[in-house]
């Protein structure tokens, strides 16, 4: 059964951090892009940053340098590390195999909250 657990997440002041983590289990992690993605309620769910198990990262335009993404294969982890957040970040975070995989079960998300 595959199962995507999200942590990390929390209330932080504009210009804080969060580090977030996804550990997977049920699937053999090296074989998928691994990808953070973020959801506002009343919007779709956006692609903010994915890796490949071989550590080819792509973000999206609106990241500007602020986020990183990695994963240690081993712990079938992949994290995501925000910095200079602002309040246009606040939204649920979630992990899930990168495009164009197919979409794996989603998990619950961690919530971030930045407030100004």
């Known amino acids: 059964q595959v199962q995507l657990v999200e942590s990390g997440g929390g209330l932080v002041q504009a210009g804080g951090s969060l580090r977030l983590s996804c550990t997977a289990s049920g699937i053999i992690f090296g074989n998928y892009r691994m990808a953070w993605y973020r959801q506002v309620p009343g919007k779709q769910r956006e692609l903010v940053a994915s890796?490949?198990?071989?550590?080819?990262?792509n973000y999206a335009k609106f990241v500007k340098g602020r986020f990183t993404i990695s994963r240690d294969n081993a712990k079938k982890t992949v994290y995501l590390q925000m910095d200079s957040l602002n309040p246009g970040d606040t939204a649920v975070y979630y992990c899930?195999?990168?495009?164009?995989?197919?979409?794996?079960?989603w998990g619950q998300g961690t919530q971030v909250i930045v407030s100004s």
């Open positions: 899930n195999s990168g495009p164009p995989q197919r979409a794996l079960d």
């Open positions: 890796i490949t198990s071989g550590g080819i990262i």
